[in-house]
Structures are given as structure tokens and as C-alpha cells.
């Protein structure tokens, strides 16, 4: 308890580290049962919401991801204990014993920011490096830091911290420039302990901002509205313990669901949301797919070849950004010509140019990539750039015809559990080599 295992947080065998790869002969069919983890997209709010609280948290469901690591080792150093057993995660913080989350650990996951809030909710401050850009653009956190000055927290910059103060936060009307969801996410951990009533306008409706509400709820806080565009949040004086379970991931469901379509496969994904990937799952069908939903199941076969659609991505509970490098590796051998809008990043295209080297056919214009589908994609040595990029090229690499090498497989180790160990599950011919 209060230390960091080795090992425990799946930094030992099963986990890669650095410059592992990963080799794919293509062309198997993908067929059997799988389970999606955890959200990380959850995990990391719900974890820095135990900030919030002397009491102990326990959480179920959290994947074993080297985000979740992160976080983790980012707990730790403010004065958290933290221990797991499997899938189960249980946290105190009983005294925050430092108040900075240093520029080497947020620079490596930006969404280290989400212990900004609670911070400065829980101790009246704070100093946690801004993130910087990241691979698919600016990604600034000017409404992150415009909306707690507006409840009450004196924000400076300097060397590149953010430093948080305040005698104590005030509820106050938030209205949000653009749909932000880690920035609903801080604000409404912010306002758990402000005195008064917050209302948050133009939040984001993302699963991931309900969940962390129903836990912050089950610690004691007055949240109602998270999953629509308004939340009232009525402050409380202190927050409890809570135990509480982690939401599936809607983004590792959807990947596995576009690699059931890319591979002719038929494979069915337990244990999920449909609800979450309703937007995915129309586009699939367009596609030609054959889509069948139960409670937690959802099973996806393949159709007799794969139809070329347009996608544009919006925030939810439109068709999401994570999931388009993965669709744009679908559409790569569709049978006609796709346009693919990117709307909420500037520059996560960066998976087209390794498509392109396996023989994909697309033009970017601005926002859109054009992608005219071809037979089939080539293998080769690929380069992962960012999380869902290699996510990407691991699915063309499951379809292309021979070998694929995905070099700095960490990336996809951030967002995704063993991808390699559930893919093989379900028959692909893929494996880790560790350097
Ligand atoms: C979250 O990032 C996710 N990360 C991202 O997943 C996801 O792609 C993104 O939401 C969109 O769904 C986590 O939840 C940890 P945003 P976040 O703030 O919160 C602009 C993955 O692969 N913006 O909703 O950082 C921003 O530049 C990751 O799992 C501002 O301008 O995204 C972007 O264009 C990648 N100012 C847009 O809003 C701000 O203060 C949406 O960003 C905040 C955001």
C-alpha cells in the first residue's frame, strides 16, 4: 500500500515496453467471442476523482493499460495509496502530501490535467504542467482554465505550469466555447466541493462524463444532467468513500467490431454497451454488415464485401473521432470512394501516410480524406505515430496480404489491454516480439 509494485501495473511481462513490435501475416478471418476492458477514457477521471476524498475508492473493471499506470504513479506522488488486485483498483487519499504533477509525467499522458480540479477542489491548490500538443494537434485547455477562474481559482502560467489557488470555489454558470470532454470532466470534479450551484453549458455528453458522475454521486456529491449538453452540480461539504464499477470501452469495442468487418469475420463482443457505439454501428450496416444486438452482446458479421460510406466525426453521441483511423482502414478497401471529415482534431490523419506505404489509394484535402478502396492492402514495416493511428494500422495489417510490422507498439499499449493476445483469440496471426 503507497508504493507502486513493479509488475503489479502491468509493466512486467505482459505489458510491452519501448520498442516492442508487433508482426501480422494477414488474411485470417476473425471468428469466437471477445470481451472489451475497462474504459480508459473512464478510468483516468474516476481515478482522479479519488483525489477528492479521505475515504477509500474502490473500483472494478479498471484495464490494465499503461495510461491507468500512469495515472497511478501520478497518485502516488500526491500522497495517494493505491493497491490492485486484477481489475480491482482500491485508493485512499487520506492527505495530499504534494500539490504538483510534474512536466515528466503529464508530458508523458496529457490527461494527467484531470488532477487539476480535484486538486484544487480538495487543498485550494495546484501546479500541473500543461500538457503541451500532442501527435493530433494543439489539443489546448484554455476552457479548462477560463472555467475554473470563473469559479473562484486564481490561475497564473509560468515555466509551464499551471498554478491554481483559491480560498475556496463559488458554483457558478459555465458555458463551454466548444464540447470538451476532459474539460466537463475537471470542471465538474472542481464543483463537487465549490459552495453553491454550478450549471455547465455546452458540456459533453460523452458515457465516459456519466460514468465519472454516477462516482462522484456514489462518494456523496448532487450531480444531475451527465450525458446531456447541461449539468447542475450542487456543492457539498465533503465527499465519502464509493465503490463502483468502470464502463466498457467503447472505442476497443468499436475497433474490434471494424476488424470483424475487415477481416470477412463473425465475431460477437460481450459484455458492452451497445448504446455507446450506436453511431458506428449505422455506419457499419451501411457498409454492408450484419449487425445483431442483445443486452451486452453485440455480434458482427461481415458482409459479401465492404460498401464505401462517408463519415464525419463529431462529439458524442456522434460518430466518434477515436474510432476514425480504424474506420479510415476500413474504407481503404471499400468498393468505391469515401470521404472521411475529421472535425474535432486539426491533424489526426497521421495513419494515411503508413496506410498509403500498405498500398491504400487516398488524397487528404483540408479535413477530408478521400479514400478510394482498392482489393486488398500490402503488408510492411509500419510506424505507429499515436494510440488510435496504430490501432489502425494493426487492423489493415489483420486484412493486407503478407507481413506487417507495427514498430513502437507503446502506443497502442496505452488504450489497449493485450491487443495482441485477444486479436490472436479470435484466430489472427499476430504476435509481440519484445525487444
Ligand atoms: C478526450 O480528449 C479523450 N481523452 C480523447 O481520446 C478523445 O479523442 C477526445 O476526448 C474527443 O472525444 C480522454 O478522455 C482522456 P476534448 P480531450 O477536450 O478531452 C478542443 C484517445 O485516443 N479544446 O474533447 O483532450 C480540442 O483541441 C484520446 O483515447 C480546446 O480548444 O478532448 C479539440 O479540438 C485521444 N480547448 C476539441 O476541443 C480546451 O480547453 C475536443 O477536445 C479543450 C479542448
Not at 355 to 371: H, K, P, Q, S, Y
Amino acid at each position: 500500500i503507497g508504493r507502486e509494485r513493479p509488475g503489479l501495473w502491468g509493466e512486467g511481462k505482459e505489458q510491452g515496453v519501448g520498442v516492442d513490435k508487433i508482426i501480422i501475416e494477414g488474411g485470417e478471418l476473425l471468428k469466437g467471442t471477445i470481451r472489451a476492458s475497462g474504459a480508459k477514457n473512464a478510468a483516468l477521471p474516476i481515478l482522479a476523482a479519488s483525489l477528492l476524498t479521505e475515504e477509500w475508492c474502490t473500483f472494478h473493471n479498471v484495464p490494465d493499460l499503461v495510461d491507468v499506470n500512469t495515472i497511478v504513479r501520478l497518485l502516488v506522488d500526491l500522497g495517494s495509496e493505491v493497491e490492485r488486485d486484477g481489475a480491482v483498483l482500491r485508493t485512499r487519499t487520506r492527505r495530499v502530501g504534494n500539490w504538483e504533477a510534474s512536466y515528466d509525467l503529464v508530458k508523458t499522458m496529457r490527461a494527467s490535467i484531470l488532477v487539476l480540479g480535484p486538486l484544487v477542489a480538495r487543498t485550494g491548490k495546484a501546479r500541473v504542467s500543461l500538457p503541451g500538443g500532442c501527435a493530433i494537434g494543439a489539443r489546448p485547455v484554455n476552457l479548462h482554465l477560463k472555467a475554473l477562474q470563473e469559479l473562484g481559482a486564481h490561475i497564473e502560467l509560468r515555466d509551464g505550469y499551471v498554478e491554481a489557488t483559491t480560498a475556496g470555489l463559488k458554483g457558478a454558470p459555465i458555458y463551454f466555447d466548444t464540447s470538451t470532454v476532459t474539460g466537463t470532466e475537471n470542471i465538474m470534479m472542481a464543483a463537487v466541493l465549490a459552495e453553491g450551484t454550478t450549471i455547465l453549458k455546452n458540456a459533453a455528453r460523452e458515457p465516459e462524463v456519466e460514468n465519472l458522475a454516477l462516482i462522484l454521486n456514489g462518494m456523496g456529491a448532487k450531480i444531475r444532467g451527465a450525458g446531456t449538453d447541461e449539468i447542475i452540480i450542487e456543492g457539498v461539504e465533503a465527499l465519502g468513500s464509493v465503490e463502483g464499477s468502470i464502463i466498457s470501452d467503447r472505442v476497443e469495442t468499436g475497433t474490434f467490431m471494424i476488424a470483424a468487418v475487415l477481416t470477412g469475420g463473425d465475431v460477437v463482443i460481450e459484455d458492452c454497451e451497445p448504446g455507446h457505439v450506436e453511431a458506428l454501428v449505422a455506419k457499419l450496416r451501411e457498409a454492408g454488415a450484419q449487425i445483431d444486438i442483445k443486452e451486452k452482446t453485440i455480434r458482427i458479421t461481415a458482409g459479401p464485401n465492404v460498401r464505401s460510406v462517408d463519415v464525419t466525426t463529431h462529439p458524442y453521441p456522434g460518430f466518434p473521432t477515436d474510432l476514425q483511423a480504424q474506420m479510415v482502414a476500413l474504407m481503404a478497401v471499400g468498393n468505391g470512394i469515401s470521404v472521411v471529415r475529421e472535425t474535432v482534431f486539426e491533424n489526426r490523419f497521421m495513419h494515411i501516410n503508413e496506410l498509403m506505404r500498405m498500398g491504400a489509394e487516398i488524397t487528404i484535402d483540408g479535413n477530408r480524406a478521400i479514400v478510394r478502396g482498392v482489393e486488398r492492402l500490402k503488408g510492411a514495416p509500419v510506424m505507429a505515430t499515436d494510440l488510435r493511428a496504430s490501432a489502425s494500422l494493426v487492423l489493415a495489417g489483420l486484412s493486407a496480404e503478407g507481413k506487417t510490422e507495427l514498430e513502437r507498439v507503446y502506443h497502442i499499449d496505452r488504450g489497449y489491454e493485450r491487443i495482441e493476445e485477444k486479436l490472436s483469440r479470435l484466430g489472427a496471426n499476430i504476435r509481440r516480439i519484445k525487444q
